[in-house]
């Protein structure tokens, strides 16, 4: 309520300004009418001139016509002095001219003599070339100008004033803003209309003072002639001087009035004040200023033409075509220092502040003290290999990684490290600072003393030594594996096991429009029609969840587009996915093109087949299965599938198509990297090798 009162109530003038600013106005109206000694008349006739200069430089200055909007006004106002002492100087020529050359003031007679130089007829000529130029080159042109203006902005009030509802409606504006656009809109409407109208003003003037001076001419000739005895040359000489030097003296400050109208009017939408405007836009391109430069130094020795004006011209503009450039790329480089500065600002306002602490990093690394200082002390090839990591996702998986943040905290044990996604600790293991590990995998130790651990990605058996008898590891034939490596081949699994959990809404608006036209027209088509991207999402999620890669996003588009009419089961139809991606599945999983296969044995796959129950549609409502079968099969699960891990050869678990997404979903809680794999899901062409079955 405050602010709109505000708004309301005007501002108060200082006392005696509005007393004042009205007899000054009636002052005006008076001089129409009383009669001013010639005294009075210069000070009049001074401050026209010196009025419509302070016009002028205050529309040269100005970084916007609105903050000229009084400007129809001040027209107005020095419009009705220069009538008020063209009335007064009639009168006095009139009255007093036969007196001689000063009966009207000595500013009258001043100009009448440094313009006409002695001679009438020259003043003459010169008063009606003035009148000519403001009345029909710089008034016309502004009139137009002021024309068009005022139709095209109120032609756009209803879409402005739109757009201004719409951005406090998606609340990119406050309320308050809304208020000053609105004023704004409204001020701006309001001035080129006044423009308009204010134009005439300009074009009034110059036509009532050229018959003013028409009528002091022959008035003051008859007058004299008959009133005074004047011969008619002699009359002539007096009052013709009288009536131009008048003349003038009220052209001159009209024409720099109707300039400064004319500068205001074609202003446009162009900022700052006039001359940077037009000196910047100017000087903005130097090889304008070259190519000028060149043709006027070609004009300078043109024979017949003179060569100093041209050749300083032409030095001119090649000075400024050198100079420019090197300006623009010397400020360029102090905006881009003053940004840098800015943003660090920014950044360091922001690290500050409590909005900070709710941007969570998705993944994040975060180091003790004294695994901080041996890691991070190999900045350069901790980020470099960083980097390598996240190009191997996105050429492996077709995701890119988000930004790894490595950092160090004390809430992290010493020699410990912590894997964060989405600001949740995933993964964790102690650092063994200056030592390396060797992968046994339950197989030949080295010779070397050292302690059995477990390798923290897989959990495999290992030995950790001591950095000293690298060599002697190497040479007895085992791979040492120092601390970088060990870490970051832990956050690469990590990342590997919670992919689904990093795709997020915007990663797949980013996959799709990286696609050529006609799959992002497919997938607009099934996002619309069937399913929704957050849906799309779903089933990406569910490929990475089994590491399944979707670098092949168009495939994965037509066979979605294949099921997604007639099922609405996100499960159904990523297993339809997989089937059709069979050839990019297999091919991922072999091994020189020999695809391991562990068979689910016959009793398995019968009580897998009992246990899914179905509804009156035969289709798939629920997956009861005894506890008992699933503790027996989990027993033999995992002694086969270790045995055949142990002996480090890559291999598959193939199952029917009805029971394959449920025997993923026990097998992935006792090794989670196993492939579960359909029948229908064996590519054809691909060698199948069956190592065994779980019977």
Known sequence: MAQQAALIIPKVAPKGRDIGFALGIVMILSILFLPIPPFLIDVGLAFSITFSILILMV????????????????????????????????????????????????????????????????????????????????????????????????????????????????????????????????????????????SKFVRGDAIAGLLITAINVFGGIIIGFFRHGMDIGQAADVFVKLSVGDGLVSQIPALIISLAAGLLVSRGGSTGSTDEAVMNQLGGYPKALMVSAGLISLLAVMPGLPFIPFAILGGALGFFAWAIPRKLAAQAEEKRAEEAVKAQQVQETEKDSVKSVLKTPEIELMLGKQVSTRLLGAHQELAFRVGKMRRKFASQYGLVVPEIKVSDDISVPDKAYHIRIHGTTIASNTVRVGEVLVVTGGGRKPSVPGDDIREPAFGMPAVSILETFTEDLKREGFHPIDNVSVVLTHLSEVIRNNLPH????????????????????????????????????????????????????????????????????????????????????????????????????????????????????????????????????????????????????????????????YVRMIVERLFATLPVLSHVELAKGLEIKIIGSIA
């Not at 001219?97 to 000529?125: E, N, P, T, W």
């Not at 009606?128 to 002021?146: D, E």
Request: glycine share 6%; aromatic share 6%; hydrophobic share 45%.
């Open 59 to 198: 529309a040269l200055w100005i970084q916007k016509p609105l903050e000229f909007s009084s400007f129809p006004t001040i027209l107005l106002i020095s419009t009705m002095v220069r009538l008020a002492l063209n009335i007064a100087t009639t009168r006095v020529i009139l009255s007093h001219g036969h007196q001689g050359h000063d009966a009207a003031g000595g500013v009258i007679a001043g100009f009448a003599s440094l313009v006409m130089s002695g001679d009438f007829v020259i003043g003459l000529i010169v008063f009606l070339i003035l009148i000519t130029v403001n009345f029909i080159v710089i008034t016309k042109g502004a009139t137009r100008i002021a024309e068009v203006g005022a139709r095209f902005t109120l032609d756009a009030i209803p879409g402005k004033q739109m757009s201004i509802d719409a951005d406090l409606s998606a609340g990119m504006i406050d309320e308050k803003e809304a208020q000053r656009r609105r004023r704004e809109l409204e001020e701006e409407s309001s001035f080129y209309g006044s423009m308009d109208g204010a």
């Open 502 to 661: 990093l795709l997020s809404y915007k990663d797949v608006k980013i996959l799709i429009d990286r696609l050529d036209p006609e799959y992002r027209k497919l997938a607009d088509e099934i996002c619309s029609s069937h399913m929704s991207y957050s849906g799309l999402q779903a089933v990406l999620k569910l490929l990475l969840a089994e590491r399944v890669s979707i670098r092949n996003l168009h495939l994965i588009l037509e066979a979605v587009a294949e099921l997604a009419p007639h099922v609405r089961k996100t499960e159904q139809i990523v297993e339809h996915v997989r089937v059709r991606m069979s050839q990019q599945l297999c091919g991922d999983l072999a091994d020189n093109g020999v695809l391991r296969v562990l068979r689910l044995g016959n009793k398995w796959d019968m009580v897998f087949h009992q246990a899914l129950k179905r509804d009156a549609k035969g289709e798939i409502a629920e997956f009861d299965i005894d506890p008992r079968h699933l503790e027996e099969f989990s027993e033999q699960a995992s002694k086969v599938i270790r045995e055949h891990l142990d002996r480090g050869m890559p291999f598959v678990l193939v199952s029917s198509p009805e029971s394959r997404s």
